[in-house]
């Protein structure tokens, strides 16, 4: 059904993390995004049960780690404005380990050991 609806899923090395829907083209129906690390990935929700990937068209596939998000009017113009929360700056590159807590299987560091990610990575 997600495939007949276009909701195809993620993109190659993407792991989706939240969900936000909102209507963000004020067509009348309900869109979908999600974020994760990697990117995230807005649906433009085609009125007829199915979605088009319209992230890289949007601007809005970010990077680096997101976490979760939310449509909401923040110019108090009608229009709804996304939100998109960031979370720790992790990647594979600079992934750290803590010991090995079974034999073969290595612990993860706490999130507190890495630092925030305040802002979108390309707007530094």
């Known amino acids: 059904m997600t495939e007949k609806a276009g909701l195809t899923g993620t993109a190659q090395n993407y792991y989706p993390m939240g969900v936000a829907v909102g209507d963000y083209d004020n067509d009348g129906f309900e869109d979908i995004y999600v974020t994760g690390y990697g990117g995230n990935m807005l649906y433009h ?21 997101s976490a979760s998000a939310g449509f909401f009017d923040y110019h108090n113009d009608g ?13 594979f590159r600079n ?22 990610r305040h802002k979108h990575p390309q707007s530094q």
């Open 95 to 116: 992934n750290r380990y803590c010991g090995e807590q079974k034999p073969g299987f290595a612990g993860l560091l706490s999130p507190r050991q890495f630092q925030g």
């Open 79 to 91: 229009n709804l404005d996304l939100f998109v929360t960031r979370y720790v700056d992790w990647s």
């Open 45 to 65: 929700n085609n009125g007829d049960g199915t979605f088009t990937d319209v992230t890289k068209r949007t601007g809005v596939v970010a990077g680096g780690w």
